[in-house]
């Protein structure tokens, strides 16, 4: 068998905590299975890399800052291929010049294109434990890039296909995929089976173990993912194509308090104009989410969506500018607004689960502002102040709890 | 013009420095100069790199010590690209990959090759600064190596032969060559121009401030060398094949403290044991140097040699597992004897310029108790009590103070 294991900056913070993870890999590499170890930079060690480029210049060129955040992965796998001797075993680092790690040209937030294998494929060959740094690549012209947030994932899951690898291991600091954030949710029950697209759903939403690229890849290339701590043996969840265990109506409640909401209030209501507007804020990159249109009334109408809080400033920015073109007669700020959301395979089959979510809030007095849909998911917008009595109320009324 | 700057740890070890570093860059660029800029680790980021290798293992691979410590210089010229940019000048860092950099394949100690040009010369013709990482290179197995000591100095002085440079500018702690280490001779004078071999014979005896193989590189292929200071303007010491300033006795006194000698009692005398004796210690990488060896009596003789302290217990542990091949009755130990030197290419053409030393040494009542001479230089062994008192009078005696 061939296992990738991935662990993150936590998982190798310290000299301890990388004998833990240099000796989960070696037990698997002992049954005689070749093991490929993904690495992230250690602990804080990139924010203590931003700081220093922050004390040089308060705009560092993005191809510098990749140049420079590259260091933090390649510093992890060299130390934990020395533990590794220390117990040993044969082990070797490689970065991603080594691998051949290529992606695309954009520095801080590039995609992976394809990776050599024949570097690995002759080190696993000689019996060494691969270590390969994460998060980095190199693109057409040479230069490191990164893969922006989750990207250490995503190399795990990128070279488990590329490998074909049998199963992709990521170790975290919680030991799986819960029904709810355990620290909102206290009743929240760890899930042994989730299919990619709840995990997809419940990482867009905020869930927050496995950033969304990764596993829109596992989906991709079918590779066997498990969530899983990499303090305690507990036994993780698995990411599948079909979850095989008893179906439940939904999998997960996912709360999601870092969105603004804005209103563009009195857009005239002509054909082109929603598109204007969206496309203005897609030019500067910015994401918008659960978008509302009121019905045309007296010529105007409204356009309300929510965009992440770090991009608040510059959408209402962008938005102003283009004023006159956009038609619209002002704009309304609601800060910190929560998204709550359910996310279940299951629901495709049932049509009364939104309808079961909406009298739950209505139960407990919680006012819905936005309502979005997918097929196996409903979102709700509500107030900050409503929304952990809401999650977990939502949490019991779908018998979520332990 | 093509010009290769090189600025040592010292020179990069802090916002402050780094931004100095980047002005004289600038300035040389804005005179409408090619630059190319050769940087070490930050201040003492390479010691911090070994202390964490140390607390994984006592006895990190090469490869991956390696592996860590080719970070430090990507730290440096990722922030010292970062800082140009903010002072509005293009610039690009560039690692040992992206150079193609190749060495011989010894980890920790690896000899450049071959650098490829190609990514240097297209950086440099679209106007930019182009800043290489130092001490580091890749070898046959697309593994990084370094250079061993001095070896920025030495990725310096590659460059600017590959690039066929105009000057490769040395910026370091101290503003030059001088006839002695200030430190001990309080009249020491920064000499103008200074020959390689005699640069050769200084670096060798410890006057520290090139690396041997950096000079040697940059005489084998006719480098113009220039040691300055990175804090301040002053001229700095030129290293050429032929000095054309006025032509002095000498150059330089240099002083090691750093040896030890060893003395190989009662060997009998035929032939081939010396060979023996010094090929039992070549084969364990250790360097001697001046060698005595008594006239036969009885059968046997003695020979007496000098090496490095941080090689003495190796050296002594080697002979006395090979006592009975090599003849010897005892070894006995003398431990920080001094080497005394004089160096300078006049003494090529002045037969009296020992004879002078040993005068002065006389008249200060210091005993001499090996000698070792070359076209250019005389080495003495003294007592480590007598060696700056010796220092400063052969500095005198020779006319070399201000």
Redesign the interface.
């Known amino acids: 068998m061939l296992i990738v294991k991935k662990f993150g900056g936590t998982s190798v913070a310290d ?1 301890e905590k ?1 004998f833990r993870a240099a000796n989960r890999c070696i037990e698997e590499y002992q049954k005689g299975n070749d093991v490929v170890v993904v690495l992230s930079a250690m602990g804080k060690f990139t924010d203590e ?1 931003v700081a ?2 922050r ?3 308060d ?3 993005k ?3 990749d ?2 955040f ?2 933090g992965e ?2 992890s ?3 934990m ?3 590794m ?2 117990l040993g075993v044969p082990a ?2 490689l ?1 991603a ?2 691998v051949a790690m290529h992606t695309t040209s954009t520095y801080g937030n590039a995609r992976l294109k394809r990776i050599d294998t024949e ?1 690995i494929r002759n080190e696993l060959d000689s019996r060494k434990i691969v270590i390969v740094t994460g998060f980095q690549g190199v693109n057409k012209y ?2 490191y890039t990164t893969l922006g947030r989750g990207g250490s994932d995503t190399t795990a899951v990128a070279l488990a296909a590329a490998l074909r690898a049998d199963a992709c291991e990521i170790y975290t600091d919680v030991d799986g995929v819960y029904t709810a954030d355990p620290r909102l949710v206290p009743k929240a029950r760890k899930l042994k089976e989730i299919t990619y697209d709840e995990m997809l759903d419940l990482a867009t939403l905020g869930a927050g173990v496995l950033h969304n690229r990764s596993v829109e890849m596992a989906k991709k290339y079918g590779v066997p993912l498990v969530v899983r701590s990499s303090m305690n043996d507990s036994e993780g969840t698995v990411l599948k194509e079909v979850t095989t265990v008893e179906r439940m109506l939904i999998s997960g409640v996912a709360l999601d308090r870092d969105a603004d909401r804005i209103a563009v209030i009195g857009v005239k209501d002509e054909p082109g104009i929603a598109f204007k507007l969206f496309d203005v804020l897609a030019k500067k990159n910015i994401n918008v989410d659960i978008i509302l249109q009121s019905i045309g009334r007296e010529g105007t109408k409204d356009i309300s969506f929510t965009v992440q809080d770090g991009d608040l400033e510059e959408a209402v920015a962008e938005l102003e500018k283009h004023q006159e073109r956009l038609t619209f007669q002002k704009l309304q700020v609601e800060k910190r607004v929560a998204k709550l959301s359910i996310v279940g395979a299951g629901m495709m089959s049932n049509p009364g689960v939104a309808a079961k979510m909406f009298e739950c809030l209505y139960n407990q007095n919680v006012n819905i502002s936005m309502i979005a849909t997918s097929e196996i998911r409903v979102t709700v917008l509500i107030q900050e102040k409503d929304a952990e009595r809401a999650m977990n109320a939502v949490h019991d009324a779908f018998g979520l709890a332990d």
């Open positions: 000299k990388i890399l220093m480029a004390d040089i210049t705009k560092p060129p191809r510098e800052m140049m420079l590259t260091v390649q510093m796998v060299a130390l291929a020395m533990a001797h220390k070797v680092s970065n010049f080594q570097r040479d230069d």
